[in-house]
């Protein structure tokens, strides 16, 4: 009797927490399916979709770690498997996210991610150079770069002297 | 004896919650890439220029080698691999052989270079979506 009592009462803690993941998903979920329609004239689909951003990113993230002008700030960040996947991925869902593609980032904002690492201009201008240099190495035509980085540069208000 | 009856109860419950909440939610494309490991190498000898391009074509070429970036004047070598593919022993093998120097591999959180703390970027959350997609089968 107390055991199914137990049994009873885990299943409806079980079934109850089921349900308040279920709810809180109808609300993101229906933010990801107004994400997931992809105009197909948007920069996400001129770049080639998921897989050439991820392309383009993990050459980018590459490139950082081989700088070593910036790399000391990034070594931390990818010195262990999942936390290298963890950003990675972080920054494939920003790229995507930003450039208008099925996407929802949820790392934290760049002013949050920033503050206190006092990133110099030279350190961000070297972080561009990095990903021009990916840009380049996939052949991504200069009107796509142009606009990439103008959804980017903003961000550098965020992320420099903080 | 009732108490840990109580603890296994819910601790199993909230497991089943949590693996039926990681298998019906939405998930962002980037949930289903492989995982991947960055590489440093380092090597005080002459890296030839043309050498480094014939061995990144090459390297690109092997599926478990995601990118690689080579810089001959500096020396280093960065390799993004997946680790579920193919062993960090294995990747500096293929380095070594491909651009025909010796190279010593480096722990990179021991690299102390830049102007202030670490990149944080990686919060609490992000663990936790990386646990989800472990438990999600869409994955697998």
Redesign the interface.
Known sequence: MRKSTILVLAALAGFSAVNYSCAKEEVVEKTVTEFRQVDPNSLYARLGGIDAITLVTNQFITNVVNDNRINGDFAATVSSESRATLFTNNLIDQICQGSGGPCIYKGKTMLEAHTGMNITDAEFNALVEDLVAALNQFEVPAKEQNDLLAILGPMRSDIVGK | M?AI??VL??V???F???F??AN???V????S?K????L?FSTKDKIDPLVAERAIEKLRGISSI??????PK?G?????SH?EDISADYVEKLVNDELGVRFTRH?????????????????P???A??ILNKLNLRNS
């Open positions: 009732k009856y109580w109860g819910f199993g419950a909230a089943i919650a949590l039926i909440y019906v939610r939405q962002n494309p980037s949930a890439l995982s991947v490991e960055l440093r995601a990118t690689i970036a080579v810089n500096t280093w070598v960065t390799v993004m680790p722990d990179l959180s021991a690299n102390t270079a830049g102007s202030g703390p670490k990149c944080p970027a990686v919060g959350l992000s663990y979506e990386l």
